[in-house]
């Protein structure tokens, strides 16, 4: 290895030169590695009254010591109750009075004294819609549809309808008209009315 080793000064010996190079990397390295900044770039410690924080630890005490005792409560009922054969005081003599029952019994007495004469006016109300009337004007209506109409209404279905059909070879020949076509002809009909 000493034989491929160049150094970058002229030296007599190529040994020691490397071995000297080699001890100086090795130094610098190491105070690479050790050194320390010039700069304090660290926050300032925060105070330890900060970082214990004796309020918070005196109520998560208070609260554990609230629910210690509540249980101890809890747990002194549950051993009476298991003691004792479980008698309850369930009876109740009282009885129960509404205070505004009285109102609420005259406003049902004036609603259904409301509804009983909204009953016997609409009982009493003769009707405006006559049967006669309607018929009579249904009729009037005919008349003067029949009237305005070109041809009367009841002839044209009394007539048998022929038409001429034309074959290949200019015969002409007279039939009458199959259910659809009657249909159709009947529609148009109407529809001229």
Sequence with gaps: MHRSYQPLQPSTNKYLQ?????ARYNEHRTKVHTARPVVDTKGPTTPAHLQVKLKKLQLEEERLATIERDNQILSSKLSDIMRSKGWVDHRNNFTERSLNAEKRRLELLQVTQENRALLERITARKSE????RWEEDWERTERLRDDIARYPRGVTSQQKNKRNVKLRGSQEMSREPGPSEQSTETHSEQGDQ
């Design 18 to 22: 490397k071995k000297w190079d080699q």
């Design 129 to 132: 819609s006559w049967r006669q």
